[in-house]
């Protein structure tokens, strides 16, 4: 069965810094590894200080702030109401409204915590860091000395096809894979993701054959066919969501492949009541669910929105509403993701991994993850998705890529090619 082995770092952004995790093999079968990738679920918040904050010992009302009081480097990469304080500053949402808009709460909010309210949103960053990789069974390192991430792995951003190991390398039941990162990047803060794919050779010892990773064809009666699972992200951190996809009754799935996207609303955002001047706008004139996905300048209204290093005064208030975006972009989607098979009762993974570093960019500028090993979906069985959101808000789509085999009722044997007589 397709199965991924992934490992976790906290990094803290300080050069030099050692940090080790083990990835333990369950005592149900080997796993044979083919390739390799990682990705990078970066910390991207900074509290930012106003400017002429509220006094000390006063309140404030977080929707009467106004834009003169954020920094113009925040107003220009982007800034957001801090998620901590959401239950504060917002009230809660309607039933049956729209998602994630809101209407502000008015409480009244110590000024000692006015440095805490908004949160810049630094842009991502490319990662650097050095690794080496131990097998515990032999005792042996698979590189000579620690290796470049960049060199070895490609990009963190998952623009890259996965790595695929000169030769498919097996642990064996019970050992543990040992992983050591130093960090290089200064002040880049996160969790870490690299992830082994390959497949459990379930029931098997040492002698583990290994396969052919493509398959030849299925014979019999085939179509092809795509299961999808929808996910609404409100792009509420930690947030946790499940979908269940039920296989029907005429046939087994076999899904060779995994994709996903995310769909967005229209990044605009809409300015109620407008002011020529725009260091007067204030929080309470810009919508909720922006507030909440992040607003900044667009970058090619720069030249017009500001004047030196102050906001500027615009005679034509039509610009007004044409001069902000949302953060909330489909490339910059954060989730993490957990598949699980209920006709075997099997996870495919050993954690919940990070979208990147288990299935690529989120732009969609990458070939469709290939499963090392085709995985088979019992009719009546149902596969179970679970996601932990980190950042974005819109409709997420997760699709199985493959084929059923219609009128197979017995499903007794799995399209792989390899040693005759292999069965799932």
Known sequence: ???????????????GNIVQDVINISSDGAFVAVAIGYGFEEDRGRTVALINPPAVNT?????????????????????????RFERLVFNDQTPGG????????????????????????????EISFLFSILDSATGRELQDEPTHNLASLGSSDGARPFRLLAQ??????????????????????????????????????????????????????VIPFDYVATFPLTGSPRNQIEAEIPINVEGGFVTT????????????????????????????????????????????????????SSLATIAQLDLVNRMFERLNRPEDVSFRYSIFDTGTGRELQNQPINNIAGLGIANGDR???????????????????????QFGRGNLFIVFQGYKRLGDSAMNQAPIAGRKGTRR
Not at 59 to 74: E, R, V
Not at 260 to 266: D, I, T
Not at 278 to 297: K, M, V
């Open 1 to 15: 069965m397709p199965f991924d082995h992934a490992a976790t770092f906290d990094l803290k952004g300080t050069p």
């Open 59 to 83: 309140t404030f009302k977080p929707g009467a702030l106004q834009l003169s009081q954020i920094p113009i480097g925040a107003l220009i990469e982007g800034f957001r109401i801090n998620p």
């Open 98 to 125: 729209p998602l994630r808009e809101r209407t502000l709460s008015g409480i009244d909010i110590a000024a000692a915590q006015s440095d805490k309210i908004i949160e810049r949103l630094k842009p991502t960053e």
């Open 168 to 221: 498919p390398l097996t642990f064996q039941p019970r050992s543990t894979i040992r992983l050591q990162i130093v960090e290089r990047s200064e002040n880049v803060r996160g969790t870490l993701f690299i992830v082994l794919y390959g497949y459990k050779a379930l029931g098997a010892g040492r002698s583990v054959a290994q396969p052919a990773i493509n398959a030849s064809g299925p014979a019999g009666r």
């Open 257 to 308: 492949s995994i994709g996903y996207g995310l769909a967005v609303e229209s990044l605009d955002v809409s300015v109620s009541n407008p002011t020529k001047s725009l260091g007067d706008l204030t929080l309470n004139q810009f919508p909720t669910s922006a507030l909440q996905d992040g607003i900044r300048i667009r970058p090619n209204f720069l030249r017009v929105a500001l004047n030196g």
């Open 367 to 389: 070939p469709f993850k290939q499963l090392a090993r085709p995985m088979l979906f019992l009719p009546r069985s149902t596969i179970r998705v679970i996601l932990e959101e």
